[in-house]
């Protein structure tokens, strides 16, 4: 829209409403796929391996579960408000949508040894790195408009709850 060109944008905006539901699908799907694949893995392990698989990688695949369960909720959420406010406020539209697509950065993030971690021990940069990388977009706006936009409010009223429920959930039995 910026550019003016309004009708590759709705074109745009009709591609990604219907990825938005195949991404939260896939998410799900991927979460049962990986439990058995986890378990196929552990039924024909040796036994000292199968120990280490229950010990070591079961825990991390329900903590991960956790962050998924955040992030199957919390994206659709921003993208359906994002949608909500498309003629009403093209602003808060705008940047909802840039905002929704960090949800699930983490499981790429994480996947990226060479930056620091604290998976497994906590979801702490799980949570701070898509922040970090809102932060230019924060900046710029407090810079350009002296204010920050309700947007943010909105994304952080999304994203809290979910990740105080991920980081009182990781590691413990439930």
């Known amino acids: 829209m910026a550019t003016g060109r309004r009708g590759v944008h ?18 799900l799907l991927l979460v049962p796929t990986r439990f058995g694949q986890l378990q196929q893995m552990i039924a024909a392990a ?6 280490q698989l229950k010990s070591e990688t079961v825990p991390f695949v329900i ?10 909720i919390t994206f659709p959420l ?39 971690s604290s998976v497994p021990v906590s ?21 350009r408009q002296r204010r920050l936009p309700r947007a943010y409010l909105i994304w952080l009223a999304a994203l809290i709850p979910g990740a105080i429920w991920v980081a009182a959930a990781w590691n413990t039995p439930w």
């Open 10 to 27: 709705m074109h745009l905006g009709l591609v990604s409403f219907g990825l938005v539901p195949l991404i939260v699908l896939a998410g």
């Open 46 to 51: 040796p036994p000292a391996v199968a120990a």
């Open 63 to 72: 903590n991960t579960l956790a962050a998924q369960i955040r992030v199957g």
């Open 78 to 116: 921003l993208v359906g408000t994002a949608l909500y406010f498309r003629n009403q406020n093209s602003e808060i539209h705008k940047r909802l949508m840039i905002l929704a697509t960090l949800g699930p950065l983490p499981a790429a993030l994480d996947r990226m040894t060479w930056l620091p």
């Open 123 to 143: 979801p702490l940069t799980t949570e701070l790195y898509p922040l970090l990388l809102a932060v230019p977009m924060i900046a710029w706006d407090l810079y």
